[in-house]
């Protein structure tokens, strides 16, 4: 059973800054596009950020553009997203997720296989 566990959420103040980590297990992980989505309650799951499985090309959704930073570590199995200059619509449960597909990005949740339980980020004005 392949896992994906993230870590790293938490409450902080607007300008501030959060890593976000995610362990995968049970997957060849460097053979994996891995991303990051966020949801807010009563909202659908939007996109936020992926790297391609050599971590050669990432891709971000406009809003996070510029203050997020996506990298992964395929020797320790674990992708990571650095948030900088927090916003309160920053605010929502972050998921992070494994798509098979080697050369391409995906931004859809359809594309993706595996998916974590997710962590919660609160941003404080």
């Known amino acids: 059973q392949v896992q994906l566990v993230e870590s790293g959420g938490g409450l902080v103040q607007a300008g501030g800054s959060l890593r976000l980590s995610c362990a995968a297990s049970?997957?060849?992980?460097?053979?994996?596009?891995m991303g990051w989505f966020r949801q807010v309650l009563g909202k659908e799951r939007e996109f936020v950020a992926a790297?391609?499985?050599?971590?050669?090309?990432?891709y971000y959704a406009d809003s996070v553009r510029g203050r997020f930073t996506i990298s992964r570590d395929n020797a320790k199995n674990t992708v990571y997203l650095q948030m900088s200059s927090l916003k309160p619509e920053d605010t929502g449960y972050y998921y992070c997720?494994?798509?098979?597909?080697?050369?391409?990005?995906?931004?859809?949740?359809?594309?993706?296989?595996?998916w974590g339980q997710g962590t919660q980020v609160t941003v404080s004005s």
């Open positions: 049970r997957l060849t992980f460097s053979r994996y596009t």
């Open positions: 790297i391609n499985a050599r971590g050669t090309s990432t």
């Open positions: 997720a494994a798509d098979r597909t080697l050369f391409t990005i995906a931004t859809t949740t359809q594309s993706y296989d595996y």
